[in-house]
Nanobody
Framework: QVQLVESGGGLVQAGGSLRLSCAAS????????MGWFRQAAGKEREFVSG????????DYADSVKGRFTISRDNAKNTGYLQMNSLKPEDTAVYYC???????????????WGQGTRVTVSS
């Protein structure tokens, strides 16, 4: 069973950058698609970005396209979300998750991390 642990969240000013990491335990992570989701206070969890297990295909929500970059290092069992040009509306708890295939639906993800909080001040 894969377990996921996020890190790298924090407080940053608008326009700043953060890099989130998602450390996975379990060999099956290297064969799993990975997604990043976020949930702001009072809102539903939303898709941010996803990547196939090969890393060849990525997907981004329109709200983060051009600002966020997803990547993974299967040798290190770690995924990343580089977030640049952060905006106050990016403030949320960010979760990484693993799925059998790349999807924008949280229902398709079977393993979730505990989340890391990102706060962007204006």
């Amino acid at each position: 069973q894969v377990q996921l642990v996020e890190s790298g969240g924090g407080l940053v000013q608008a326009g700043g950058s953060l890099r989130l990491s998602c450390a996975a335990s379990g060999r099956t992570f290297s064969r799993a698609a990975m997604g990043w989701f976020r949930q702001a206070a009072g809102k539903e969890r939303e898709f941010v970005s996803g990547i196939t297990w090969t890393g060849y295909t990525t997907d981004y929500a329109d709200s983060v396209k051009g600002r966020f970059t997803i990547s993974r290092d299967n040798a290190k069992n770690t995924g990343y979300l580089q977030m640049n040009s952060l905006k106050p509306e990016d403030t949320a708890v960010y979760y990484c998750a693993a799925a059998n295939s790349l999807s924008r639906s949280p229902n398709d993800y079977v393993v979730w991390g505990q989340g890391t909080r990102v706060t962007v001040s204006s």
